[in-house]
C-alpha cells in the first residue's frame, strides 16, 4: 500500500473563508460498489464563547483539549488542561483564567455542566474509595462514555483510570492506584520504562495510561495502557485484571506485529472497539493501527503514512521521527462501520480511510490556527449525526467540529462544501 503521496500532497489546499470545506477526496470508491466518501467542512460557529468564571468576571480559557467523547443526547464533553501547571500562556493569565477541567457542551456549543476540582488533586498517591468526589489523575487524557452512560478518563502523568458517574459527582471505580505505576525498577514511579523488562507486568498497577474502551456485551475494560507501560490490558467491570497483550518491539524501524514502541508518548495511544467485535490499537509512534480480537490475538495491521514517526518509509529510509501518525480513531455510524476517522497529529490530518480495506480515502485540515485547521490533533468523536469533533494539544488547545456537507453522495444535489 502506497501512502507517501498522502503524506506529500495529501493534505487539503484551506479556504479563503473559514466557512468553505476543507475535504479532498484521495480515493474516491466506485459509486456502483460501494458508498460515497462522506465530505466535511468546519463550523466556524462551535463551540460558543465559554463563559466567565463567577468568582473573578474572568474569561474561562481552555487548555489542552486531552481528550472528547459524546454522550447518548450528543452533549459533548471535553478534558482540558488549563489548571495544570503550563497551562495557560500570557497573556491569558492576565486576562483570563482556568476553565474547569471537565466541560460539557450542548448541540448547539453552550455549557451546560462543568466539574473538577483542581484543589483535590493535592492526593497524592493511594486507593480512592467509591464514592470520592471528583479527584482526577494528574495528566488527565482520554474520555469515553460507556453503554451505561458513565464517563471514564485515563491520566496519562498517573497510575489511573477512572470511571464518574454521568455528571461527575461521584468516583464509582477506579483501576490502578493513584501516584504509584508498573516500574518496579524505578521504585514504582511513574513515567516511561522504555524496554525495562520490569515494567508491563503488573495485574494492579497501571503506568500512565491514554485511553480506555468498555464492552457493552459484559462491561470487560480496555485499557490502552501507553505512555509508561506499552500494553493493552483488560480487566472486568469490577476492575479485576483478566488478561493483557503488547509489549516492547526490538527494532523500530521494521516493528513487530503485535508490539508497540518503546518511546514515550503514548504506544499504544487509543483503543477502540469496532461492532465487527475486534479492536483497534493506534501505535502512535509505528504508524499503525493494529487491529486485535479480543483475547488479544492479531488479526491484521493497517498502517498510516509510513515514515512519520519512528519506523522507516516503504523502501528503508528512515522515519522522519515525529510523535508519529496514528493518534486516535472512531467509525462512522452506519452498521458495518465503512469509514474510519483517524486523527494524524504528526501530520496535522484528519484521515477518512475505509475501514475493511484500510486505505485512505480522504484528508481533513492541515498544521495552523485558522478554523479547520489543526496544531497538535490528538483526538476524534463522532455523534449521532455525523458531526466529527476534534481536540488538540500543545499550542492548539481547542474543540472544533466539523458537520457533513450536503449533496455528496447523498443524492441532494450540489455539495455545499464547495460553496
Not at 493494529?290 to 515514515?307: A, S, W, Y
Request: some cysteine; aromatic content about 8%; overall charge neutral.
Amino acid at each position: 500500500m502506497k501512502l507517501k503521496p498522502f503524506l506529500y500532497g495529501g493534505t487539503l489546499a484551506l479556504a479563503v473563508v473559514v466557512s468553505a470545506s476543507l475535504w479532498t477526496p484521495q480515493l474516491q470508491a466506485d459509486p456502483k460498489k460501494s458508498p460515497k466518501v462522506p465530505s466535511y467542512k468546519v463550523d466556524p460557529f462551535w463551540p460558543q464563547p465559554l463563559p466567565k468564571d463567577p468568582a473573578s468576571g474572568k474569561q474561562w480559557v481552555t487548555g489542552e483539549v486531552a481528550g472528547a467523547c459524546i454522550d447518548p443526547l450528543d452533549h459533548v464533553i471535553i478534558i482540558t488542561r488549563a489548571f495544570q501547571a503550563g497551562g495557560l500562556i500570557a497573556p491569558e493569565t492576565l486576562t483570563g483564567i482556568a476553565a474547569p477541567p471537565m466541560i460539557e457542551f450542548d448541540k448547539q456549543g453552550k455549557v451546560v455542566r462543568t466539574w473538577g476540582d483542581p484543589s483535590l488533586n493535592t492526593v497524592a498517591q493511594g486507593t480512592l474509595p467509591v464514592g470520592t468526589n471528583k479527584v482526577l489523575p494528574h495528566g488527565i487524557h482520554g474520555c469515553y462514555v460507556d453503554y451505561q452512560n458513565n464517563i471514564w478518563i485515563a491520566g496519562n502523568g498517573d497510575g489511573v483510570v477512572q470511571k464518574y458517574t454521568r455528571d461527575g459527582s461521584t468516583l464509582l471505580l477506579q483501576i490502578g492506584t493513584k501516584g504509584v505505576c508498573d516500574w518496579p525498577a524505578n521504585g514504582n514511579k511513574c513515567g516511561n520504562s522504555g524496554a525495562d523488562p520490569t515494567a508491563n507486568k503488573s495485574r494492579t498497577l497501571l503506568n500512565e495510561p491514554a485511553n480506555v474502551a468498555v464492552d457493552p456485551a459484559n462491561g470487560d475494560v480496555y485499557i490502552a495502557d501507553g505512555y509508561g507501560n506499552h500494553r493493552i490490558v483488560v480487566f472486568d467491570k469490577n476492575g479485576n485484571y483478566l488478561r493483557q497483550w503488547g509489549d516492547v518491539v526490538t527494532n523500530n524501524g521494521n516493528p513487530e506485529p503485535g508490539l508497540f514502541a518503546a518511546g514515550g508518548g503514548g504506544h499504544p495511544h487509543c483503543v477502540v472497539l469496532g461492532n465487527d467485535g475486534l479492536v483497534y490499537v493506534c501505535g502512535r509512534g509505528d504508524d499503525r493501527i493494529q487491529v486485535f480480537d479480543k483475547q488479544g490475538n492479531l488479526q491484521r495491521i493497517i498502517d498510516v503514512v509510513p515514515g512519520t514517526g519512528a519506523r522507516n518509509f516503504p523502501g528503508g529510509a528512515p522515519g522522519l521521527g515525529t510523535a508519529g501518525s496514528a493518534w486516535d480513531l472512531t467509525f462512522s455510524n452506519d452498521p458495518h462501520q465503512t469509514f474510519m476517522f483517524e486523527a494524524d497529529g504528526g501530520n496535522e490530518t484528519l484521515w477518512t480511510m475505509d475501514r475493511a480495506l484500510g486505505t485512505i480515502l480522504a484528508g481533513l485540515g492541515r498544521t495552523g490556527h485558522m478554523a479547520g485547521e489543526f496544531t497538535f490533533l490528538h483526538s476524534v468523536a463522532i455523534d449521532s449525526k455525523g458531526n466529527l469533533y476534534t481536540g488538540e494539544t500543545i499550542g492548539g488547545r481547542r474543540i472544533q467540529r466539523f458537520i457533513p456537507c450536503k449533496g455528496k453522495g447523498d443524492g441532494k444535489g450540489k455539495d455545499d462544501c464547495k460553496s
